[in-house]
């Protein structure tokens, strides 16, 4: 999967984290086509949650400190996303579950980037052009 500039935020630091999941979705992307071993997606599942926990831990950071009025609903969809890449880690073990892999990895982090983090970019951009007026 490609980073597009229509992905950006418009948050530079969560825009970085952001195409380092779209490299993480890359990497589920070839597993999936067989390019890379079905061995590799269970380390490639536990990388990618660690990952994903610091990325929203930043997240969360950054709505506190803008007070962003959406943060308790926000922060229920990441602690959704980290329980379902937990309860992955073990499925993958058990079956070879190469059908529902990409649609489970985009909507979590695709489409949550998207549709969750892109109105938090907008508010947080009006909060510091706020800011600068004040
Ligand atoms: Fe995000
Ligand atoms: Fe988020």
Not at 12 to 17: G, S, V, Y
Not at 27 to 42: I, P, R, S
Not at 65 to 83: C, D, S, T, W
């Amino acid at each position: 999967m490609q980073w597009k500039p229509e992905y950006a935020i418009g948050i530079a630091e969560i825009d970085r984290q952001h195409q380092t999941l779209i490299e993480f979705v890359t990497e589920f992307e070839d597993a999936v086509a067989g390019k890379v071993h079905w061995n590799t997606v269970q380390p490639l599942i536990v990388r990618a949650r660690e990952f994903v926990k610091f990325h929203f831990a930043v997240e969360e950071s950054l709505m506190q400190i803008v007070n962003y009025p959406r943060l308790v609903a926000h922060r229920a969809e990441h602690l959704y996303v980290l329980k379902q890449f937990a309860a992955l880690e073990h499925r993958v073990l058990r079956q070879e579950m190469k059908a529902e892999l990409m649609p489970l990895i985009s909507a979590w982090l695709v489409d949550h980037m998207t549709d969750s983090d892109g109105p938090f970019g907008r508010y947080a951009l009006g909060f510091a052009s706020a800011s600068r007026a004040a």
